[in-house]
């Protein structure tokens, strides 16, 4: 989830009103899906993120 991402990875306590959790994901996505067809990094909504591939292509 985001609120672990910030405390597991930045030691943070997470503040719903920063978007640093967005641009290190943004980041991520730039690097690993962008260049590729098949995107690895995905949302689900109300978890977090994951990172897996799924055969479906880019959404």
């Given at each position: 989830s985001r609120t672990?991402?910030?405390e597991l990875i930045w030691d943070m306590h997470f503040d719903s009103e920063t978007n640093v959790i967005d641009v290190a994901i943004r980041r991520l996505r730039i690097k690993l899906d962008?260049?590729?067809e098949i995107p690895l990094l995905h949302?689900?909504?109300g978890m977090g993120y994951v990172l897996e591939i799924r055969?479906?292509?880019k959404e």
């Open positions: 672990e991402i910030a962008d260049p590729y949302t689900i909504r055969t479906q292509g």
